[in-house]
């Protein structure tokens, strides 16, 4: 970190309504529609984003389908489908990599761009970056939109590229600073929420200007570190610099999760949906070539119990509504493990702790403790008398080959071309967001 009046030239781009319009660009029928992209279409499903016209009408993200369907009736949904948006942002972003050796892959929609020496003031960065828009509506899609904010500091790029949606530019610098904060909150900056407003207001701060003319030693008193960054954030001192991007960061863990839509209590179901979780998230940890060292399963389970088993009426005496609020259990791996048979093993154990037959609604399997192999062999091998593998170590490698084999059989032919036995006849339950994408609400002729 580098502290200094900042004369860089900071550029943040935000793509609008990301997920929403990129379904739009794909499907034409969906285009000028309000449109919902939901975690999955059941009625308890999220709307994780919302076209600009369902925006208009109310819609918002973070509502349930059922919800946005009553807000607003003529919507459509679709569920969400991750490779496509990643597929669009690398092209989006290949775009932007041309500006400047310096671009930050914020997030799936935004970057920060270093332009700094790259163009003499923001009017040549505003039209370096007009024309990388009109290159991403031509070569990317026409119906993608995307705000710009240009400005000296990240934080003040961000600000910038907020204030005018969709498709604005907006450049903030020395000269319209003050005037731009003044029609912002308190609470449109990031790192000011309810408590620190309320913390800021018993110091007399009310508004983003009284934020930037306040001493900072005096805010340095009452917030520590926190306020030296409040202060420098408003005031055009540059706190974090643009991390270029080198390729992505190794995840610290892979799961998969699944809101059960209906009452599911069949042991063969609840299991079939876990071992097709834990599959997933293995086939993905595989591909990053990562071992988990702990594997963590979740069950949640369903607190309106108005239907009965025959599992309940055996147990009726004993049962009591609510008892059960399921939980989640780890199991640390012995040796780090990528095998199926390994990653299954220990879900099918924890599950088997967690629940006893009651309705389920929620499943999820998390590998975590993710770390490349190490090559190393098991501490209890290393000896002179043991100069090839053991039993032990050619069974595992054998395990792994085979989940290897299975995944290169399902990159061809499909997740359903090789399984366990246990997931057969398990039907649309946890649907592949990848492969297998339902549409609602669209008549395609
Ligand atoms: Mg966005």
Known sequence: MSLKLSTSLIAHVDMNSYFASVEQQANPTLRGRPLGVCAYLHKKGCVIAASIEAKRLGMKVGMSV?????????????????????????????????LTDCVEHYSIDEAFLDLTGWYRDPAEAAWALIRARWRIRDEVGDWLRCSIGIAPTRFLAKTASDLEKPNGLVVIDKDNLDEILSKLDL???????????????KIG???????????????MRAFGKNGFYLWSKVNGFEVENVTPFDGAPAPKSVGHSYCVPDRVNKEGKVLATLIKLTERAGRRMRALDLLAGSIYVSVGLRQDYGFRSQFDSVHDAFWRPGAG????????????????????????????????????NFLAVTLTNLAPPSGQRRLSNVGA???????????????????????????????????????????????????????EGVEIQ
Not at 205 to 219: A, F, Q, S, W
Request: with cysteine; charged share 30%.
């Open 325 to 360: 609020e399921g939980g989640t259990l780890y199991t640390l791996f012995e040796e780090p493990a990528s095998d199926s048979f390994s990653l299954v093993g220990a879900a099918t154990e924890l599950l088997r702790e967690l629940w006893h037959g009651e309705c389920v």
């Open 205 to 219: 701060i009310r508004t983003l200007l009284e934020l930037k003319k306040y001493p900072v030693g005096n805010l």
């Open 66 to 98: 059922e919800e946005a369907k009553l807000k607003v009736p003529s919507a459509v949904f679709v569920q969400n489908d991750p490779p496509k948006y990643r597929a669009v942002t690398s092209r989006v972003f290949s775009i932007l990599h041309e």
């Open 385 to 439: 008398r043991h100069a090839s593998p053991l039993p032990w170590d050619r069974r595992t490698d054998r395990k792994r080959l085979a989940s290897t084999a299975a995944d290169q059989i399902r990159d061809r032919y499909g997740d359903e071309a090789i399984m366990f036995g246990q997931m057969l006849g398990l039907g649309d339950e946890a649907p592949d967001r990848i492969g297998f994408r339902k549409v």
């Open 187 to 201: 609470e449109d900056v990031c790192g000011i929420g309810p408590r620190i407003r309320r913390r800021l207001e």
